[in-house]
């Protein structure tokens, strides 16, 4: 499975953000996915992650709790990330990861996407 991020770019701080993950050459069925971030000089953080089937549990990071929101969208096949409030401490390359196991912890995730630049102006 190939995992396509979209929707970065740049913003103001203030403003908000939709970021969206698709599977190319296989599906989510089954699969938990996450949003992972790296920011400049600062190791990969774990962001959020949702399970793709049954019960629709997230995980979301404290520190974007409340301004981050992660779902998905079965009719588009896509994981999304909503930034609101976006600030420039969210400046960051964003991925998106899938697993085939059903915890929303940030291990085990073996398919990545590219990367999808946010760039928050003060």
């Known amino acids: 499975v190939q995992l396509q991020a979209s929707g970065g770019g740049l913003v103001q701080a203030g403003d908000s953000l939709r970021l969206s993950c698709t599977p190319s050459?296989?599906?989510?069925?089954?699969?938990?996915v996450g949003w992972f971030r790296q920011r400049p000089g600062k190791e990969r953080e774990f962001v959020a992650a949702i399970r793709w089937s049954g019960v629709s549990s997230t995980y979301v990071a404290d520190s974007v709790k409340g301004r981050f929101t992660i779902s998905r969208d079965n009719a588009k096949s896509s994981v999304d990330l909503q930034m609101n409030s976006l600030t420039p401490e969210d400046t960051a390359v964003y991925y998106c990861?899938?697993?085939?196991?059903?915890?929303?912890?940030?291990?085990?995730?073996?398919?990545w996407g590219q990367g999808t630049q946010v760039t928050v102006s003060s």
């Open positions: 050459g296989g599906t989510f069925s089954r699969s938990t």
């Open positions: 990861a899938s697993k085939q196991q059903s915890s929303l912890t940030p291990l085990g995730y073996g398919y």
